[in-house]
């Protein structure tokens, strides 16, 4: 078995990023931005007391999968998706379709991605990547975080796609089948504004959206009476960085690459008042690495006492408003723009 020509690129986040260099490789110019909106992939959550997490965290896109089941639907692409109970049945179909010369997306664990830094790997099941051919006992991996292709044992692609745990992988894995020769982008990218709108204003629970940062802002002071320890109080401060600025974000919780999408949109829609809205979004996005560099900072310091924590809750208080404000106007104007068509 050998390589595919493929044209591997590095992106922001691994889900839209793979997308991206999928439906790219097939033909189709589309950027990751356009991805990422047409998805309507910004979006936020907080949980301060579920089963599934030991601590309180917050999400800061879509739900896994999401993206492309979007992507999907408003844009007329096909994908091949199929899931597997056992790892031998993963392992040949997906040796199959490379020998088809398919390149194919997977869901994995991070942890065994074996060319990544053993101190940057972390379990965690919902990270994806392409598999673009196979020498030998090695897999060629295509993944957006990384500059170049990059070779990974079987044993540790098996582990990765078989893994157990939340949101557990079962050997996902999926590919463009059919791409429309024309999408009709404009349709698409009114959709995917209206949906993200929706998300972030009028999902009726109180902690998505924006109800979620507010109630973000309100609970983060509670948080050493969550936590077991100092140093573990400290961690989970920092994380909060790490949340929005290093796991694939693209920079302050997705808001640049948001406003990246809607700066493309304004040229396909042809709407002048979206450029106006990218630059306030770059603004709100500096706002948030405002929160990223405290909590950071505070974090280190151990610096965690309640004035500190009210601090981050007023800052985050603040992105609550002027997120509530924008999304407003952002519904307002992609409203006329359908009314227009």
């Known amino acids: ?188 990218i009114i959709s995917g504004i209206k949906k993200s709108c929706f998300n972030m204003l009028k999902i009726p629970l109180p902690f998505l959206g924006i109800k979620g940062i507010r109630q973000f802002a309100k609970k983060i002071v509670d948080w050493p009476s969550r936590a077991r320890d100092i140093e573990h109080l400290s961690h989970e401060i920092m994380r909060i960085n790490i949340l929005l600025e290093d796991q694939g974000t693209g920079g302050a919780g997705f808001r640049f690459l948001f406003a990246t999408f809607l700066q493309q949109a304004a040229g396909i829609l042809k709407k002048p008042e979206l450029n106006e809205l990218s630059k306030e979004m770059m603004v709100i996005g500096d706002g948030w690495r405002e929160i990223s560099l405290l909590a950071a900072r505070y974090g280190k310091n151990r610096d965690l006492g309640q004035i500190r924590l009210k601090e981050l809750g007023d800052m985050l208080m603040d992105r609550a408003s002027v997120e509530k404000a924008f999304f407003k106007k952002l519904y307002k104007l992609i409203k006329e723009q359908k009314n227009d068509k």
């Open 1 to 188: 078995m050998s390589i595919i020509a493929y044209n591997h690129k590095m992106a922001a986040h691994c889900e839209s990023g793979t997308i991206t260099s999928l439906l790219n490789n097939k033909g189709l110019d589309i950027s990751e931005a356009l991805v990422f909106g047409i998805s309507s992939g910004i979006f936020f959550g907080y949980f301060h007391k579920m089963k599934s997490f030991t601590f309180p965290t917050f999400i800061v896109r879509n739900r896994p999968g999401q993206m492309r089941s979007n992507i999907s639907k408003r844009l007329g692409i096909k994908f091949h998706t199929e899931r597997f109970r056992r790892p031998e049945e993963g392992q040949k179909t997906l040796d199959l379709l490379l020998e088809n010369n398919i390149p194919v997306a997977c869901q994995v664990d991070f942890f065994y991605m074996d060319y990544i830094p053993s101190w940057e790997r972390v379990h965690i099941n919902v990270h994806f990547i392409v598999i673009v051919g196979k020498v030998g006992t090695k897999y060629i991996v295509s993944d957006s975080y990384f500059p170049q292709l990059v070779e990974l044992e079987r044993e540790s692609l098996q582990k990765a796609r078989f893994a157990g745990g939340s949101m557990s992988p079962k050997g996902f894995l999926f590919y463009p089948e059919f791409i429309p020769e024309k999408p009709d982008y404009s349709k698409a």
